[in-house]
């Protein structure tokens, strides 16, 4: 990982025109920002072994200057890390925070002086940069003998050595171990022998060392240099790997974030490498989109569908983390590293979602359209994304999942089945709809299967619909040319989830149940059979039980249209037998499926139970 973000750190530093074997052109920062015109320079000169006040001086912003305003922030509540800072308050930002305060305990001589001028005249400083400012001279620096504060070397140093010092220093560890660092050794990520070497550099904070057990030399801090040696340079190109990172390859995903990080074979030449980063960079900004691109997230800047479209000269790594304090905080916790996934597997990824999108029951059901995503309202089809995942499982059991889609590793059926009906359940106890619920269970399983992620085609032996001599070869011709052939047709679509004859039982049960439930609403405005169905915590021998009570139901209303459809439930009992193997989830599910579905089986014209479910 370290190697591909340096080498994404070099090429980001290289696009800004500036060189790895000059650090401070890294380090400087433009100090501007889109109101800046001016800045304003604390004009000092010496005047013989002392300085004097001028006054202040007013210069348009030059880009070209950079280097010389010589500009890094520092702490948001201390000094930057040269006397070169943006303003917020006038007086504050001299006096009190920025500008005198770096000059505190400056032990150079040089330095010293400057800080004693500065003091000297600080009342009618003060006023001066009062009388000066505006909105558009928001940048305050000093002008010394007419030189910038970066054409002094000691200032370019001092923040060199300032910005460097995170990288060896910290004030956590004992006293005896707050350094590590050392002179005339290997930098351990470009394998040059450097003067000085960092042990404390931890570009995505997952490297420890406040733990004795992650320290070599004794468990001493101080000798972690010797674990993880990185020189400056090194140090500030994975800097900006990261930093290139947060902006162009950083995304979200469900409640959570996400870095894309390539890594190229070591064959690819650099124009290759450049072409996949300007692709990405464009795919950033929505001016240089042409296609709608394809999703497996709900992030409109995803570039999945982008990199799947890539040869194999490069693998993708996933990097799943949070950052309560900010991307650059302190804490940065990686919940998940996904490493080595190819292109190709990206586009299988793609390929079976669009075949799980393009089947009619997905595609008839109609679910919200985020305003947030589309910046519209209205309908559209059930498609595939990881959303449909995240709706049922918890945080933890989501990312184990992901991982196992993106790498291909089985995915326990049972233990995600009883996520899906703990779900599908809450809503029906509650009397809200189930249908986009259940949908999005079969359409995860169907995408998990087609993945070859699950099994769940079970019931070996079992006589089977759409074989020679099934369970319409001697039906009636009813059965042969209406229900029975939309009964096959549906099995035959999802046979690998309807392996045994008790599940296409079960699921016909829901389909008949749902007819019922809506006669009694048609007839009463309620539907008091719903509360047979347990909760829909379902069992073998209360499935079975179900069947002449719907019956019994239907004739009581006088509209038993369905006795075709209760005979090849029958027969579908019969031939399932006992002890069917199948868990409450699983017969929950499939019956709460044909109740979602019943509307596909109508049987004459004279149906009234296949309107819209009433729990859908």
Not at 158 to 185: C, D, G, H, W
Not at 339 to 355: A, G, T, V, W
Not at 481 to 508: N, T, W
Request: with cysteine.
């Amino acid at each position: 990982m370290l190697d591909a973000i340096r080498e994404i750190g070099l090429y980001a530093i290289k696009e800004e025109g500036k060189s790895i074997d000059d650090p401070l052109a890294i380090l400087v920062k433009s100090p501007a920002n889109n109101a800046t015109r001016n800045v304003m320079f604390i004009v000092i000169d010496r005047n013989g072994e002392d300085f004097v006040y001028r006054g202040i001086d007013i210069e348009e912003y030059s880009s070209d200057n950079i280097l010389r305003y010589c500009y890094k922030k520092g702490s948001p509540h201390g000094t930057d890390l040269t006397p070169t800072s943006m303003i917020t308050n006038v007086e504050s930002t001299f006096e009190k925070v920025k500008i005198l305060p770096w000059f505190k305990n400056q032990k150079d001589e040089f330095l010293r002086k400057i800080g004693n001028c500065l003091r000297e005249n600080r009342e009618k400083i003060i006023a001066d940069l009062k009388q000066s400012y505006s909105r558009e001279n928001n940048i305050i620096s000093l002008k010394i003998d007419g030189k910038y504060v970066g054409d002094y070397e000691i200032f370019r140093n001092i923040l060199i050595e300032k910005a460097a010092k995170k990288f060896y220093y910290t004030p956590s560890f004992s006293p005896a171990n707050r350094v590590s660092r050392s002179q005339n050794q290997i930098c351990s990520i470009c394998n040059q022998r450097k003067d000085t070497v960092f042990g404390f550099v931890n570009t995505f904070k997952f490297y420890t060392v406040d733990k004795p057990g992650f320290v070599s030399g004794g468990f001493q801090q101080r000798y972690a240099w010797k674990n993880f040696p990185v020189c400056l340079n090194c140090a500030l190109t994975l800097e900006a790997g990261k930093a290139y990172l947060g902006k162009f390859m950083n995304f979200s995903f469900y409640g959570f974030n996400y870095l894309v990080i390539p890594e190229f074979l070591s064959e690819v030449d650099e124009t290759t490498r450049k072409d996949i980063f300007k692709k990405i960079e464009r795919q950033r900004n929505p001016e240089f989109r042409t296609v709608e691109i394809r999703r497996l997230t709900t992030d409109e800047n995803e570039i999945l569908d982008l990199m799947s479209k890539q040869k194999n000269f490069l693998n993708l790594n996933f990097m799943f983390y949070d950052v309560p304090r900010g991307y650059d905080g302190t804490v940065f916790n990686i919940l998940l590293y996904i490493e080595d996934i190819l292109p190709s597997r990206l586009k299988y990824l793609f390929d079976k979602k669009e075949e799980v999108d393009s089947i009619g029951i997905f595609k008839e059901c109609m679910v919200p359209i985020s305003e947030k995503q589309a910046k519209k309202s209205g309908y559209k089809p059930l498609e595939f994304n990881f959303g449909v995942l995240r709706r049922f499982v918890p945080r933890v059991t989501f990312l184990n999942i992901v991982d196992r889609i993106f790498t291909g590793k089985p995915v326990d059926y049972d233990f995600l089945m009883q996520f899906i009906m703990h779900e599908i359940r809450a809503e029906f106890i509650n009397d809200h709809p189930t249908r986009v619920s259940t949908l999005s269970g079969f359409m995860l399983l169907n995408y998990l299967y087609r993945l070859g992620l699950i099994t769940c085609n079970d019931g070996e032996g079992d006589m089977k619909s759409n074989e020679k001599g099934g369970i319409f070869e001697k039906a009636t011709s009813d059965e042969q040319s209406g229900i029975g052939v939309r009964i096959d047709s549906f099995f035959r679509e999802f046979d690998e989830f309807f392996g045994s004859d008790a599940k296409k039982a079960i699921f016909l049960e829901g389909v008949l149940a749902q007819k019922l439930l809506n006669i009694q609403y048609q007839e009463r405005g309620a539907t008091p059979f719903r509360a047979k169905l347990k909760g829909l915590n379902l069992n073998e021998k209360q499935i079975k039980k179900l069947l002449p009570e719907i019956q019994n139901k239907l004739e009581e209303y006088g509209k038993n249209y369905y006795r075709t459809l209760e005979s090849v439930i029958s027969r579908y009992f019969i031939s399932a037998g006992n002890d069917w193997g199948l868990s409450s989830d699983d017969i929950s599910f499939y019956f709460v499926l044909g109740m979602n579905l019943s509307h596909m089986f109508r049987t004459d014209n004279n149906d009234d139970g296949g309107g819209e479910a009433r729990n859908e």
